[in-house]
């Protein structure tokens, strides 16, 4: 009578064990396939969050996903990435609402005055008249609010109403928003002057917003940017502008423009070949738009004086440390944009060291998958730690990086597809040694 050589119960466990064990060795942290790396002192050990360094995100992947922490002995740290509100008002919620307009033509004062019924009591943030003119414009325009529609209250004077460029190569530069400096209000009048004869309005857009629950703000920060080159074809001005590191969450971009009067569209626009122009030309050569907006500078005498110099980005990624601002020209000459200035919105980690010392973030592995950790689950509950400063060594090349090799396509696909093959035929063989041995334990238990 011969004898099974393990426990028929054994085998299975035996089974999962060898998979389990594969799979553990195939997730298993390789610090070899991480460029670079970069030290960082914590001072106490415990949950903390602190700012991921510009040099970290800049050698890390778009999503990084290739972010590891390692603690001082070498151990990965799990960690999390929670969501930062915007530098503003904390809480905020925002609606756009679409009313009718009473519309009165003053003829002898040259002004159309347009009356909205506002409906809310939220608080405004700006009124939108609906302007469908086609041809270009440029007015002045008069903001008031009144609680009952007798009294009325100045918010704003000589603010620009404009439109340029309609129908030309470049499409139309448009600016119709008016602030109101989030009051509350029943009623809302605009008063549009004009010299030859007053525009057609079809409406109005409210923009409200509405304070919840209270939490703080976390501020934006500086960005080192500069233009790095400067060049100009078919109507349009191409700006290079560096930086200093990718991957960062711009929420401002600020041009220094010494012109005195000037109104131009611009496109803020990553990758590509930076090549063409006009309004396709970024999706013709594979560039990612960022944001695009209007610049503008007018002053008419007494009569009119605005400016907008910068775009709001809303924290928008940018792959890559250089980016281009194609700034429309038409057929007037190119701006004198003597600089320009950028916010990014910070990336917090959240992490649990066991205790103080150098720590190591490492980044530059583009095969690296995402980590699923526990704690990321739990991002947004550790939103309200302080942030621990951390003191930041310079971005290094990580020792004994060995890069991955660059297969081409069909042999990367065959050793995946090898693998996993092979990892079949494993549990088969050991399937079927598992079938062969569980009929004769039980025909040696029957013979007994």
Request: hydrophobic share 45%; glycine share 10%; proline share 8%.
């Amino acid at each position: 009578m011969k004898k099974a050589l393990l426990p028929s119960a054994a085998l299975p466990a035996l089974c999962a064990a060898c998979i389990l064990c594969t799979g553990a060795a195939c997730l298993a942290l390789e610090p070899a396939g991480w460029q670079y790396r970069q030290a960082f002192d914590i001072g106490r050990g415990g949950p903390a969050r602190i700012p991921l360094p510009a040099g970290t995100l800049d050698g890390a992947q778009p999503d990084l996903r290739d972010l590891r922490v390692l603690a001082p002995d070498g151990a990965e740290l799990p960690y999390a990435l929670p969501r930062l509100p915007a530098a503003r008002e904390a809480g905020e919620t925002t609606r756009t609402l679409h009313r009718a307009a009473a519309l009165q033509v003053n003829r002898a004062e040259k002004e159309i005055v347009v009356t909205i019924e506002t409906g809310t009591d939220e608080r405004l943030d700006s009124v939108e008249p609906l302007i469908p003119d086609t041809s270009d414009y440029l007015l002045p325009a008069r903001v008031e609010i009144s609680g009952d529609g007798r009294a009325w209250e100045t918010l704003a004077d000589r603010l620009a109403l404009f439109r340029r460029g309609q129908g030309g190569r470049h499409g139309a530069v448009v600016q119709n928003t008016l602030p109101l400096g989030r009051r509350t209000a029943a009623w809302v009048r605009v008063a549009i002057a004009f010299e030859t004869g007053p525009v057609a309005v079809a409406g109005a857009r409210l923009r409200t917003v509405t304070a919840t629950a209270a939490r703080a703000a976390v501020p934006d920060e500086e960005v080192a940017a500069r233009i790095v080159a400067t060049s100009r074809r078919a109507g349009e001005t191409l700006l290079a502008i560096d930086l200093g590191a990718a991957n960062l969450a711009l929420s401002e971009l600020a041009f220094d423009i010494a012109d005195p009067l000037f109104m131009r569209g611009v496109t803020i626009t990553a990758g590509g070949e930076n090549g063409g122009a006009g309004e396709n030309a970024a999706a013709a050569s594979g560039e990612t738009v960022l944001a695009r907006g209007a610049l503008y500078r007018v002053a008419v005498g007494d009569r009119l004086d605005a400016h907008k110099t910068a775009l709001d980005l809303g924290g928008v990624p940018a792959p890559a440390r250089r980016i281009v601002a194609r700034i429309e020209d038409g057929d007037s000459p190119p701006l004198d944009v003597r600089g320009v200035t950028a916010k990014r919105r910070p990336v917090h980690l959240v992490f649990n060291p066991p205790a103080a010392g150098r720590h190591v973030f490492l980044s530059g592995n583009p095969r690296a998958a995402a980590p699923r950790y526990d704690l990321a689950a739990l991002a947004d509950r550790f939103a309200d730690l302080p942030v621990t400063a951390i003191a930041a060594g310079p971005v290094e090349a990580a020792p004994g990086y060995r890069p991955p090799a660059e297969p081409d396509e069909p042999w990367r696909f065959a050793r995946s597809a090898g693998f996993w093959v092979a990892l079949a035929l494993v549990v088969a063989v050991l399937l079927f040694v598992i079938g062969r041995l569980l009929p004769k334990a039980e025909t040696d238990a029957g013979d007994r």
